[in-house]
């Protein structure tokens, strides 16, 4: 028995004892001003995660989040920079990370591109499109207004860390109790069967991977309120971090199941680790040991999971 709520709530377990460990070395850490930091930071990786994970549980996978989220942020700096309107701005920035995301689909589906194949491409053109903007330079000084997203606060809250609870909110309903979120997982657990069941595929992952350019457009906006800065080489990595955070909190890379609490708990694991073990005072090498070791173990629990259902 108790095996099995170690294999089933293994992430969160894991999450609560990296806190009390860290906690009992270093008691700062476990302050109000710390959480409060910890769940800021984590606001745009975490977001792009659900993004992420909706896409791995179909089945696919999306290398280009990180420069859609450059080339997003890009575009609304430009446009804020030029004098129009915040929501015009945020509009058209939400909307260039969609049709990124749409183009990723419609590439996958109309024309059987292999996922990793398609957004690796996009992620070559949409890093390249961010660097056009501007001939490589970033765009800086924001309104206070649109500064208000990063530093302004909704009942006390954050509003980097009201939008994340609201997003994971959607997303946990879409999931669990929409046909949507059923269908999602019938195709990425058998195509075949999914199509002969008359789910029209081609539909849903071009929206599939439209919601997550989307989530990813959001994303940026959170990032460049927080730097005051629109940057072309932002979101390096942040594909990799949010794979990760899908992959620790429970979604198998061979699609068909996955968890968006679980995501939000992976997302938080991997913030935790950087955040507590940077107050510990441990090298930046030691904790990519650290965190590369803890996706690797993700993994590995996953795949003890997959054999006990069969």
């Given at each position: 028995m108790i095996k099995?709520?170690?294999?089933?709530?293994?992430?969160?377990?894991?999450?609560?004892?990296?806190?009390?460990?860290?906690?009992?070395?270093?008691?700062?850490?476990?302050?109000?001003?710390?959480?409060s930091n910890i769940l800021v930071q984590v606001a745009v990786i975490s977001i792009i995660s659900v993004g992420m994970t909706f896409v791995i549980i179909s089945g696919g996978i999306d290398?280009?989040?990180?420069?859609?989220?450059?080339?997003?942020?890009?575009?609304?700096?430009?446009?804020?920079?030029s004098g129009h309107s915040i929501v015009l701005a945020i509009m058209l920035c939400m909307l260039v990370g969609f049709v990124c995301g749409v183009i990723n689909g419609v590439i996958i589906s109309a024309f059987k591109v292999p996922p990793f194949i398609?957004?690796?491409?996009?992620?070559?053109?949409?890093?390249?499109?961010?660097?056009?903007?501007?001939?490589?330079?970033?765009?800086?000084?924001?309104?206070?207004?649109?500064?208000?997203?990063?530093?302004?606060?909704?009942?006390?809250?954050?509003?980097?860390?009201?939008?994340?609870?609201?997003?994971?909110?959607?997303?946990?309903?879409?999931?669990?109790?929409?046909?949507?979120?059923h269908y999602i997982c019938a195709?990425?657990?058998?195509?075949?069967?999914?199509?002969?069941?008359?789910?029209?595929?081609?539909?849903?992952?071009?929206?599939?991977?439209?919601?997550?350019?989307?989530?990813?457009?959001?994303?940026?906006?959170?990032?460049?309120?927080?730097l005051n800065s629109?940057?072309?080489?932002?979101?390096?990595?942040?594909?990799?971090?949010?794979?990760?955070?899908?992959?620790i909190g429970g979604a198998s890379l061979s699609g068909g199941r996955g968890s968006i609490c679980g995501t939000l708990v992976g997302a938080l694991i991997l913030a935790v680790l950087k955040n507590g073990l940077s107050i510990l005072n441990i090298p930046s090498y030691t904790q990519q040991v650290a965190i590369g070791s803890m996706i690797v173990i993700a993994v590995v629990v996953?795949?003890?999971?997959e054999r006990k259902l069969i």
């Open positions: 099995d709520v170690c294999l089933k709530y293994g992430m969160q377990l894991t999450l609560v004892l990296i806190c009390i460990t860290i906690g009992a070395l270093q008691p700062v850490f476990l302050s109000l001003e710390n959480i290398l280009s989040v990180g420069s859609v989220v450059a080339f997003s942020g890009m575009v609304l700096g430009y446009f804020l920079k398609s957004t690796l491409g996009m992620m070559s053109v949409a890093r390249g499109l961010a660097l056009m903007v501007r001939g490589g330079r970033s765009i800086s000084g924001f309104s206070d207004v649109f500064l208000c997203i990063s530093n302004g606060t909704f009942l006390g809250i954050p509003w980097p860390i009201v939008i994340m609870f609201l997003i994971y909110l959607i997303a946990f309903v879409v999931s669990k109790y929409t046909y949507w979120g195709i990425g657990g058998n195509k075949r069967a999914s199509w002969l069941s008359g789910i029209p595929i081609k539909i849903y992952i071009i929206l599939i991977y439209g919601a997550c350019g989307l989530l990813s457009a959001i994303a940026s906006i959170i990032l460049t309120a927080r629109a940057q072309p080489i932002a979101g390096n990595s942040y594909e990799l971090d949010a794979i990760a955070a899908a992959v996953d795949k003890v999971r």
